[in-house]
């Protein structure tokens, strides 16, 4: 079975400070990982995912992940916060054979303090 | 940009009642699902659809709810006899196409359904 952690259900930066939000995965296979991020009244977009090829990985709005196999580990980061980034953000974890379907984490929810 | 949109927005409803969560998926999309999120705990697979059946379902599908493609465009979600748990948000997604879990799935903005 596949499942996500994310620590901290809530983080806070100062604008132009490093976003740092935590991702860990289990899963018995070889995973695909996904960052998503959910703007107030809006849909889940996606930032960036992990297939298989490059283990860091850049995607919209300057945000990047990182995926470590030996800790699990697929943590989002931002060298520098906007206030646009405050938003809700979700971390997922999908497998071959599961039908496609997503195991999501809890989400994040990011402050930006100006 | 092409979005999925969900509608209504809010849904409230009485214990027992019946109610039916609309989507529009992506227009060329073939793969669909809902999941849901009850506040404050992870966002759950509900349902994936292809081909015009159900592909995977969760333990939580269970036989009060049921998921029909009624034309070319909209995709529903209905449960028969809401519960006060069923209260969440529910998130319909799309995908272009599905097997080795790298396609992408695009959610709406999700109906937030609230029994009394």
């Known amino acids: 079975a596949q499942s996500v952690t994310q620590l901290g259900s809530h983080v806070s930066v100062s604008e132009g400070a490093l976003v740092l939000l935590r991702c860990n995965y289990s899963?018995?296979?070889?995973?695909?990982l996904f960052w998503y991020v959910q703007y107030p009244n809006q849909g889940l977009q996606l930032l960036l995912k992990?297939?298989?090829?490059?283990?860091l990985v850049k995607g919209i709005n300057g945000f990047e992940a990182e995926f470590k196999k030996s800790e699990t580990s697929f943590h989002l980061t931002k060298p520098s916060a906007h206030m646009r980034d405050a938003a809700e953000y979700f971390c997922?974890?999908?497998?071959?054979?599961?039908?496609?379907?997503?195991?999501f984490g809890t989400g994040t929810s990011l402050t930006v303090i100006p | 940009e092409p979005e999925v949109t969900q509608t209504p927005s809010h849904q409230v409803t009485q214990m027992g009642q019946e109610v039916i969560l609309r989507c529009v998926p992506i227009s060329n999309h073939l793969y669909f699902y809902w999941y849901r999120q009850i506040l404050g705990q992870k966002v759950e697979f509900l349902v994936s659809?292809?081909?015009?059946?159900?592909?995977?379902k969760s333990e939580i599908f269970d036989d009060q709810f049921s998921v029909e493609r009624p034309d070319g465009s909209n995709f529903t979600l209905k449960i028969r006899s809401t519960k006060l748990e069923d209260s969440a948000m529910y998130f319909c997604?799309?995908?272009?196409?599905?097997?080795?879990?790298?396609?992408?799935?695009?959610f709406g903005p999700g109906t937030r359904l609230t029994v009394l």
């Open positions: 899963s018995s296979v070889p995973p695909y």
């Open positions: 992990y297939t298989s090829a490059a283990t």
């Open positions: 997604a799309s995908s272009g196409r599905t097997g080795v879990g790298t396609d992408t799935q695009y």
């Open positions: 997922a974890v999908t497998t071959p054979g599961t039908g496609n379907q997503f195991y």
């Open positions: 659809f292809y081909n015009n059946e159900i592909s995977e």
